[in-house]
């Protein structure tokens, strides 16, 4: 079975409650992503983030705490999704979502044809990151860590 992306929903404004993901099985939850600059994905200095790294040399890992980094955006995980237009599009439809922001990392989409997929016609906003996860896709909600 491929391994899934980690995801939590936050519990509250700082707090975040872990919870497994059933869509994935019941995979590990994390409530923090980085996503490293790119110069350091470039300079292969991907191994500095902090917590685990979702894909070798992606740029990008998840742990339950840790530092701000001025070299990496951290964000707060609000669901993980498998990378398929129709179960992302409800899902953002049931959280009123329309307005999608997509950055992708190791993974072979157009981020503008996806956007257009997406669209519901909702208020909400949210960023979708996509990766590969192993040999599967992967679209991360998320929101920023401020």
């Known amino acids: ?3 899934c992306p980690p995801a939590a929903r936050p519990s509250g404004p700082r707090g975040a ?6 869509s994935c099985g019941g995979a590990r939850s994390y409530v923090l992503l980085w996503e490293a600059d790119r110069a350091v994905v470039r300079a292969g200095l991907t191994g500095a983030l902090p917590g685990r790294q979702l894909t070798p040399g992606s740029g990008l890992s998840t742990a339950d705490a840790g530092p701000d980094l001025p070299w990496a955006r951290k964000w ?3 669901e993980a999704l498998p990378l398929r237009p129709k ?6 439809r049931s959280r009123d979502i329309g ?3 997509v950055k992708k990392r190791h993974a072979s989409i157009d ?3 996806l956007r257009r997929e997406l669209a519901t016609g909702r208020d909400g906003a949210i960023t979708l990151i996509v990766t590969t996860i192993g040999d599967t896709g992967a679209a991360i909600a998320v929101t920023p860590a401020d």
Do not use: D, F, G, K
């Open 1 to 3: 079975m491929p391994q």
């Open 17 to 22: 409650e872990r919870s497994s993901n059933a």
């Open 76 to 78: 707060r995980v609000v």
């Open 87 to 92: 179960r992302i599009r409800a899902w953002l």
């Open 99 to 101: 307005r999608v922001t």
């Open 111 to 113: 981020p503008e044809r």
